[in-house]
């Protein structure tokens, strides 16, 4: 059975980095793109950042762009999304998700992770 796991998250000051880590067991990892999504209270879940299978292409939020860069290890299974100059609105649930191609909406991913609270403090 499939598995994705997020792991990371943390809570830090504004100005302060955290490295997320999504692995994914009992797939073909370097068949799938990686998708990073992430959902704060009361609002839409959005798209921050995919990677495609050979890490060809990388795609980014505008509001994350230059604060946040995505990886992939495919000999380990794991993408990271090393986060830099976290902002109080940075502060989410982030996810992140497994399919052939990358999407802006998460609900086209079929194997999908719980999840990894980042909260940052001002």
Avoid at 23 to 52: H, M
Avoid at 63 to 83: C, E, H, P, W
Wanted: with cysteine.
């Amino acid at each position: 059975q499939v598995q994705v796991v997020e792991s990371g998250g943390d809570l830090v000051q504004a100005g302060g980095s955290l490295r997320l880590s999504c692995t994914a067991s009992e797939l073909t990892f370097d068949n799938y793109a990686i998708g990073w999504f992430r959902q704060a209270p009361g609002k839409e879940r959005e798209g921050v950042s995919c990677i495609t299978p050979s890490a060809g292409t990388v795609t980014y939020l505008d509001s994350v762009k230059g604060r946040f860069t995505i990886s992939r290890d495919n000999a380990k299974n794991t993408s990271y999304l090393q986060m830099n100059s976290l902002k109080p609105e940075d502060t989410a649930m982030y996810y992140c998700a497994a399919w052939g191609w990358c999407s802006p909406r998460m609900r086209d991913y079929k194997y999908r992770g719980q999840g990894t609270q980042v909260t940052v403090s001002s």
